[in-house]
């Protein structure tokens, strides 16, 4: 996922959680800081497999409420999308579980009336909890790339999906060193 068109704070969020996975025992003492990235922490959100199929919102930052415009808490992520959207979105989450990588949804987001602005979502796998608890869930970002001030302060409800990147599950090659002698 090395798509240069992805947003700085998806690159931020990226970049934080492969850092993490790598040595998570280092990052809390080097790694970035909350207080250096406030407007990504408002548009982040924490989702949770349920045992019916659905993905359910545990927790949503103020930005993602607002724009949205209804509390998320409790609800399913999967609601934000329709028709073979949703079984889209449902495969594209069974995917980043399966391969335990984070992934980055591109689309739209609507108003009732019709107004559009374009989104990028990124989801990642969550380690496990401490309690050795396997819960399936995940840390999302919900970012607008434009459009926003054609909403008119309207709520996005409803979301057209545009691009899916799954994760990069390839293994990273050995890294080659030439050599050369002039004997």
């Not at 068109?5 to 959680?17: E, F, G, K, V, Y």
């Not at 045992?51 to 930052?61: K, L, N, T």
């Not at 079984?87 to 107004?115: C, K, N, S, Y």
């Amino acid at each position: 996922m090395e798509d240069r068109s992805i947003h700085p704070n998806t690159r931020i969020l990226l970049d934080a959680w492969r850092r993490m996975n790598a040595a998570p025992e280092e990052f809390s003492l080097h790694g970035p800081r909350a207080n250096e990235h406030p407007d990504l922490l408002t548009n982040l959100f924490v989702i949770q497999a349920t045992g019916d199929g659905a993905w359910e919102f545990r927790s949503a930052g103020d930005g993602l409420r607002a724009l949205l415009g209804r509390e998320l808490a409790h609800h399913d992520f999967l609601t934000l999308w329709t028709g073979p959207d949703r079984a889209m979105m449902t495969g594209f989450l069974e995917a980043v579980h399966m391969d335990g990588g984070p992934g980055v949804i591109r689309g739209r987001g609507e108003t009732l009336t019709g107004q559009r602005a374009e989104v990028e979502i990124t989801v990642m796998p969550l380690a496990e909890s401490q309690s050795g608890s396997r819960e399936n869930r995940f840390l999302g970002l919900y970012q607008t790339l434009g459009g926003v001030p054609t909403l008119r302060g309207r709520p996005i409800w409803r979301h057209r999906i545009s691009m899916l990147v799954p994760p990069d599950t390839r293994p990273e090659s050995p890294a080659l060193k030439v050599v050369s002698s002039n004997d």
